[in-house]
């Protein structure tokens, strides 16, 4: 077989993770990474922490999401909590925009 599925399917997941970690993000307002972890698994996304935290840490450096450490209120260790920035609202904006265009064009070629 010349392509592979599941090559193909680690493509495609690479940039659905992250609209789909956006999206809980912004659901939630804030949201720490284990939390992230089990709505994803309860979505049917799985993702291992060795995947989720460094696209968090990178998000976080390219000014999409803020990050903050809490205690208060918590019970054991702090949490980092992430939350949507002005900036990565409208990068979810445009990537919604354009999964949308890429669904319908599926669609359109499916039929």
């Not at 284990?34 to 935290?53: C, H, P, Q």
């Not at 696209?55 to 205690?71: K, P, V």
């Amino acid at each position: 077989m010349a392509g592979s599925v599941d090559n193909w399917k680690t493509q495609i997941r690479k940039g659905y993770l992250e609209l789909c970690v956006l999206l809980c993000v912004r659901q939630q307002k804030k949201v720490y990474g284990f939390d992230l972890i089990e709505r994803l698994a309860a979505a049917s996304l799985e993702v291992k922490e060795g995947t989720l935290y460094p696209l968090l840490n990178r998000m976080a450096a390219d000014g999409l999401l803020a990050s903050t450490w809490e205690t208060e209120g918590l019970k054991g260790h702090p949490r980092k909590f992430y939350s949507l920035t002005r900036t990565g609202s409208a990068f979810l904006a445009q990537l919604e925009d354009e999964f949308g265009e890429m669904v319908s064009i599926f669609k359109k070629l499916s039929q």
